[in-house]
DNA sequence: ATACCTGCAAAGTGTTTGCAATTGT
DNA sequence: ACAATTGCAAACACTTTGCAGGTAT
């Protein structure tokens, strides 16, 4: 480990920044409390997630506001949306992040991560035969983490 | 090719009906009509798709119905529901179907589906290890199609 | 001083639900 | 006849937007 947390955080916040202000956009309270909780945040958060954070930490961001910001690190990079087909959006932090995939419980809707072992690269080849330039992927799992394999038959 | 297109649609009727039967509930002509305009699409849909598809062919089920029945067919197993990260919920039936993935432009957000070649099986390892029972999977690749890639920097 | 940002409340989407009328068994 | 299903309208959950007031540059 070369660089520390600390390091990669203030990497990403700079990325932030002057993404902003090259957009001539402005650095303000929001977005730093926002971009804050978000990089405190563990795996995946949806924006209804994030709100209810802020405002038991009584944050003063609104609602719209932390959609604003969100939208605002999508773009720059910051965070990404995961997919899953849910109701909601899911997002996760990029910084310092291998890439990985997920599986998903169907019963109590629990993730579990892991890394990618790029066994995708058949994939690429057929894509790139097709003209489609991959920007990315995920893969997803979905089945019966062990817990609830335990609980029985629910 | 042992069977045609319409033994598997029978069949997948059949799953269907046994399912609604089973669990003490009805076959109504809501259910049925709706089975068959699913089984009638290729490829994705969304909730919001086949209710305008419903009303275009003046079909007499309403809104409400058809997210109803889509939750019977999902239970059943005769569609599954596929993972973007959308507003919307993505299903697609089942029947007769390889196991495949899809491609996303971000750009024209069209889809390319695209074979299962079993290069996952490493993932499946480590799953098992977490105690993991898989049920399904799907791979997700966003990029730029060919056309948009085409039609420039847009 | 001039934009941009924020909060509020309201409008938009997509989906679900309560209830009375209807239909399947 | 009984219980499940339907349509309607209303409620919901999540996200976006218009606008007046506050803030960063």
Redesign the pocket.
């Known amino acids: 480990m070369l660089k520390t947390n600390a390091h990669m955080i203030h990497n990403e916040r700079t990325k932030f920044l002057r993404h902003?202000?090259q957009a001539?956009?402005?650095?303000?309270?929001?977005?730093e409390v926002i971009f804050d909780e978000v990089m405190r945040s563990h795996g995946h958060f949806?924006?209804?997630e994030l709100v209810k954070e802020c405002q038991q930490k009584k944050l003063?961001?609104?609602?719209?506001?932390v959609?604003?910001?969100?939208?605002d690190l999508l773009e720059a990079g910051v965070i990404r949306e995961t997919a899953f087909g849910d109701?909601?959006?899911h997002f996760e932090h990029v910084y310092d992040e291998k890439p990985h995939h997920h599986a998903q419980c169907v019963r109590c809707h629990r993730f579990i991560e892991f890394p990618d072992r790029r066994e995708d690269k058949v994939y690429h080849t057929y894509l790139k035969k097709q003209g489609f330039k991959i920007l990315g992927h995920e893969m997803h799992f979905y089945g019966i983490c062990r817990k609830c394999q335990d609980k029985g038959d629910l």
Chains 1, 2 share one sequence.
């Open positions: 902003l202000t001539g956009r402005r650095i303000s309270k929001g977005r949806t924006a209804e003063k961001v609104s609602r719209p506001t959609f604003r910001v969100l939208h109701k909601h959006r």
